[in-house]
């Protein structure tokens, strides 16, 4: 299973960008799903989540300005950004946990989100 992340690049503050990651074959339907970054020098942290029945989770830094969903049907999760501010400046990767589980089980290889202010 592969897991291709797309969309980062360089915006302005106050900006948008969508994220896209694409799974090479159909797992999403039973797997939570998750967008996660890492910036210069920190830990990587989570940004949202998806459960299999549609349940959004979001790290409070990004409540009210990030949404992340789901497509099934085309095995992609989104991520819309919004209002973008330069502390969003990271490598986003995207996850799938195990089947009906909380542990991740595929990392994608990360696409650079840069924010300048």
């Known amino acids: 299973v592969q897991l291709q992340a797309s969309g980062g690049g360089l915006v302005q503050a106050g900006g948008s960008l969508r994220l896209s990651c694409a799974a090479s074959v159909r797992i999403l339907s039973s797997r939570t799903m998750g967008w996660y970054r890492q910036a210069p020098g920190k830990q990587r942290e989570l940004v949202a989540t998806i459960s299999y029945s549609g349940i959004r989770n979001y790290a409070d830094s990004v409540k009210g300005r990030f949404t992340i969903s789901r497509d099934n049907a085309k095995n992609t999760v989104y991520l819309q950004m919004d209002s973008l501010k330069p502390e969003d400046t990271a490598v986003y990767y995207c996850?799938?946990?195990?089947?009906?589980?909380?542990?991740?089980?595929?990392w994608g290889q990360g696409t650079q989100v840069t924010v300048s202010s």
């Open positions: 996850a799938a946990n195990r089947q009906y589980s909380a542990s991740i089980e595929y």
